[in-house]
């Protein structure tokens, strides 16, 4: 479910469905910084830190192994993220990462 509120917050997918159900929303961890126009050696550190921040606090994620911000093209830019979801039971092995790519705007 996570994985659908993040891909419909960040690249406006429709992963969620009609109305969110469960009271699911799209989650956009740049939300703070869309449409600023941030210069690309500001906003690719910028973005890591967002997102990091989110994915740690929301305890969504154990580490962020890779996030990659492309160049803008056309208003649009390539996203690339992989996460190590945390790992919830001790008896289990542990959690293979997950991903996202994409095209993002606002950025």
Same mark, same amino acid.
């Given at each position: 479910m996570f994985r659908r509120q993040?891909?419909?917050?960040?690249?406006? /997918? /429709?992963?969620?469905?009609?109305?969110?159900? $469960?009271?699911s929303r799209p989650l956009?961890?740049?939300?703070?910084? $869309?449409?600023?126009g941030l210069d690309d050696a500001v906003l690719r550190p910028v973005? *890591?830190?967002l997102f990091v921040?989110?994915?740690l606090s929301s305890g969504h994620a154990a580490r962020v192994d890779q996030l990659a911000l492309g160049p803008s093209h056309q208003g *649009?830019? *390539?996203l690339s993220i992989v996460? /190590?979801? *945390?790992?919830?039971?001790s008896n289990v092995p542990?959690?293979?990462p997950m991903?996202?790519?994409g095209l993002i705007q606002g950025l």
């Open positions: 993040l891909s419909d917050g960040l690249f406006g /997918t /429709t992963l969620l469905g009609d109305g969110a159900h $469960r009271g956009d961890p740049f939300a703070e910084i $869309r449409g600023l973005a *890591r830190l921040k989110k994915m *649009r830019r *390539r996460w /190590t979801p *945390r790992q919830v039971y542990d959690p293979e991903s996202l790519e």
